[in-house]
């Protein structure tokens, strides 16, 4: 049989043909895969009455996209009024995990800090394969009514803000960096609630007052002497808890550095000034959305007329309040009092907390601490895509 040979232009139009398929295989380089950042902590971490656009977290999620060009998936398990709790947890697993499902605008000390570490890696699967956590954390520990208290004394929240915010979340982070291994750490901190350049006028001196708890037998502080020990506890739990936190997080990090790893663990410091504080002209923070003729109701009226917060959730939180702290009936008058000062306080729960320019100012701090770490090769391709993250 005689073979008959392809003419010479259809064998070399054949030959270009592989050559470019091979050339086009060989060139393609792997899908990189999505970077993950987990959000651990309280309602700051949270981003209290702010939606999910204007969160902080997600702030640095989009910056993070920008930057690297690549997908960034958040998983938020911080909530807010959640304290930091015990490695291991004492509570009952079936009310934590009824716990976990609550709306994060809810405040609840549990799921605590802890027990975020340990929902995420069940949500993960491979720890390995988160890149970055942000992490807060302590304020609930110590109770932030104390700092609102006059009664108290810039000593005593000290000593609080060292023992709260100091040894355990030193421990916290620790175990976040043994947890997920491949991962960046950044402990944010916290900021001044109340300055001099809060407002001083009758409405915020009754409030002052509202959270006044005098001692049985003690003199009883006047106006300015209230205000000024205000001012002078909340710039002490804003320095001391800052300096603990950052002590925390740069003690873990030199452990780190001395065994060689490429994880690092950065303090993030928002950077609110005297003039941002609560109720001050160029506040960062949500406050009451009432006109003066509606303080001045609150305060001649003795609270019955209600205050509303001027977040973005307001409403929407409202609702859930509603919901979640209900009348089972048949209720004491001191019953119905307890019932009524935990929906008020529910439902005003975004007040003193960042709003939108405040958490840009955290994200801005972040970014401020990632770009360098960026720069120094972090966030490289990767040919393995980790599992993907179960929902919440």
């Known amino acids: 049989m005689k073979v008959i040979a392809p003419p010479a232009k259809l064998l070399l139009s054949a030959v270009i043909a592989a050559l470019l398929l091979f050339s086009s295989a060989n060139s393609q380089t792997p899908k990189e895969h999505p970077v993950n950042l987990l959000v651990l902590g ?44 015990p490695a291991e947890s004492s509570i009952d697993p079936a009310a934590r995990d009824a716990a976990l499902l609550l709306d994060g605008e809810l405040s609840r000390a549990y799921p605590t800090v802890n027990d975020q570490v340990d929902y995420a ?96 037998n003690g003199p009883v502080m006047k106006d300015k002497e209230l205000r000024a020990r205000l001012i002078a506890i909340s710039r002490e739990w804003y320095q001391t808890s800052d300096q603990m936190l950052s002590a925390a997080a740069h003690k873990v990090d030199d452990e780190l550095t ?79 009092a307890t019932r009524e000062d935990r929906l008020m306080r529910c439902r005003l729960a975004a007040v003193a907390h960042p709003n939108r320019r405040g958490a840009a100012m955290y994200a801005e701090a972040i970014a401020q601490l990632l770009r360098p770490v960026i720069a120094g090769g972090w966030l490289k391709t990767t040919a393995e895509p980790p599992p993907t993250p179960s929902p919440r």
């Open 121 to 216: 890696v069940r949500a993960f699967g491979n720890p390995a394969s988160i890149d970055l956590v942000i992490v807060n954390g302590c304020i609930n520990d110590l109770d932030s009514r104390r700092i609102l208290n006059a009664a108290n004394t810039p000593e005593n929240i000290r000593q609080l803000a060292q023992e709260k915010c100091g040894a355990p979340v030193e421990a916290l982070v620790r175990r976040i960096v043994n947890t997920f291994p491949s991962a960046h750490v950044v402990v944010t901190g916290y900021y001044p609630i109340l300055t001099e350049k809060t407002v001083n006028d009758l409405f915020m001196r009754t409030l002052a007052k509202r959270f006044y708890s005098p001692p049985a």
């Open 258 to 336: 001395a065994k060689g790893s490429r994880q690092r663990v950065l303090f993030a410091d928002a950077g609110f000034h005297a003039e941002n504080a609560f109720a001050a002209k160029e506040t960062r923070l949500w406050s009451f959305d009432a006109s003066w003729l509606r303080k001045m109701l609150v305060v001649f009226t003795l609270g019955r007329v209600q205050l509303r917060s001027n977040d973005e959730l307001r409403g929407y939180r409202t609702d859930l309040c509603k919901s979640f702290i209900k009348n089972p009936g048949n209720e004491t008058p001191e019953q119905k």
């Open 42 to 85: 309280d309602s700051i971490s949270w981003g209290q009455g702010l939606r999910a656009d204007h969160k902080a977290s997600y702030l640095v999620k989009r910056w993070l996209e920008q930057q690297t060009g690549r997908e960034v998936r958040e998983t938020m398990q911080a909530h807010s009024g959640a304290v930091i709790g």
